[in-house]
Nanobody, 122 residues
Framework: QVQLVESGGGLVQAGGSLRLSCTAS????????MGWYRQAPGKQRELVAR???????TSADSVKGRFTISRDNTKNTVSLQMNSLKPEDTAVYYC????????????????WGQGTQVTVSS
């Protein structure tokens, strides 16, 4: 019913920048919150940043001042601008959508993208 497609991952040197984008498709009326999570090898998936439909943002302390999340409600997209990247930012980054209002269905929760690899070399 809903698909999240990410783009923008890759390999970058420490101090560099990358921009991740995610588009949600389907018969979507609205999405309450969209965000990015990441999972490094051997570690649990963790929240990077999220943004609600009214623009309220939350981000992990480790990325504050370096990463910026934004969204376009009209296009059901969310982006993550990552600056001053560090090797410890290396992980698979997952797009997430929560509380999605779907035509003919109602509210559904917790959609995930397939993940995109971000690798930061030292």
């Amino acid at each position: 019913q809903v698909q999240l497609v990410e783009s923008g991952g890759g390999l970058v040197q420490a101090g560099g920048s990358l921009r991740l984008s995610c588009t949600a498709s389907g018969s979507i009326f609205s999405i309450n919150a969209m965000g990015w999570y990441r999972q490094a090898p051997g570690k649990q998936r963790e929240l990077v940043a999220r943004i609600t439909s009214d623009g309220t943002t939350t981000s992990a302390d480790s990325v504050k001042g370096r990463f910026t999340i934004s969204r376009d409600n009209t296009k059901n997209t969310v982006s993550l601008q990552m600056n001053s990247l560090k090797p410890e930012d290396t992980a698979v980054y997952y797009c997430h959508a929560n509380r999605v209002l779907i035509a003919g269905v109602g509210y559904e929760y917790d959609y995930w993208g397939q993940g995109t690899q971000v690798t930061v070399s030292s």
